[in-house]
T-cell receptor, first 113, second 116 residues
Framework: GESVGLHLPTLSVQEGDNSIINCAYS??????FIWYKQESGKGPQFIID?????DKRQGQRVTVLLNKTVKHLSLQIAATQPGDSAVYFC????????????FGKGTSLLVTP | GAVVSQHPSRVICKSGTSVKIECRSL??????MFWYRQFPKQSLMLMAT?????????EQGVEKDKFLINHASLTLSTLTVTSAHPEDSSFYIC????????????FGPGTRLTVL
């Protein structure tokens, strides 16, 4: 079935550099997207979200970009820090399907000093 | 922010026994909670939607008689893994929707189940 997927399973960046994590989705009915951070042995932690009527949203050190034309979502982390090392998931909510989320495969981000 | 707790955080049981996992919304009411399962190095997969006062809705391929869900109050949902087998070993994560208006979804810390 349709699903959310990621382009890069692992990403290694140096401390201080910017990180970009990508996500592709295939369901055109998806209207709400969320990025989560998951540290080992813990539950997902909300980072930032975006609705389909927007193409960019910024938070503290993070920016989410949404390109509905190519069904692509990205998370940009500025000045990546060692504490950013974790697995990052994008998740989608499909319009009129309730609040359950469909998670992507995940990208492991490793920040090296 | 809103807090969701899970108990226990980890459990080890023998094959064939049943295990109950609790999911609680600590400072908000949740008419809807979700149960997800996550195998090592994989993503979260939705198992079921737990609705307060009514039967849970299970995703395709999830056995409702094996994974019993009870949502008896607005702050508690339980998942019981019946007759657990080693292949049920996984990380079980719940989430809860804050019914007060914003409908934000908050995740619990997860429960690590190991079946010997």
């Amino acid at each position: 079935g349709e699903s959310v997927g990621l382009h890069l399973p692992t990403l290694s960046v140096q401390e201080g550099d910017n990180s970009i994590i990508n996500c592709a989705y295939s369901n055109s009915a998806s209207d709400y997207f969320i990025w989560y951070k998951q540290e080992s042995g813990k539950g997902p932690q909300f980072i930032i979200d975006i609705r389909s009527n927007m193409d960019k949203r910024q938070g503290q050190r993070v920016t989410v970009l949404l390109n509905k034309t190519v069904k692509h979502l990205s998370l940009q982390i500025a000045a990546t820090q060692p504490g950013d090392s974790a697995v990052y998931f994008c998740a989608e909510n499909i319009r009129n399907s309730g609040y359950a989320l469909n998670f992507g495969k995940g990208t492991s981000l490793l920040v090296t000093p | 922010g809103a807090v969701v707790s899970q108990h226990p955080s980890r459990v080890i049981c023998k094959s064939g026994t049943s295990v109950k996992i609790e999911c609680r919304s600590l400072d908000f009411q949740a008419t809807t909670m979700f149960w997800y399962r996550q195998f090592p190095k994989q993503s979260l997969m939705l198992m079921a939607t737990s609705n307060e006062g009514s039967k849970a809705t299970y995703e395709q391929g999830v056995e409702k008689d094996k994974f019993l869900i009870n949502h008896a109050s607005l702050t508690l949902s339980t998942l019981t893994v019946t007759s657990a087998h080693p292949e049920d070993s996984s990380f079980y994560i719940c989430s809860a929707i804050d019914s007060s208006g914003a409908n934000e979804q908050f995740f619990g810390p997860g429960t690590r189940l190991t079946v010997l």
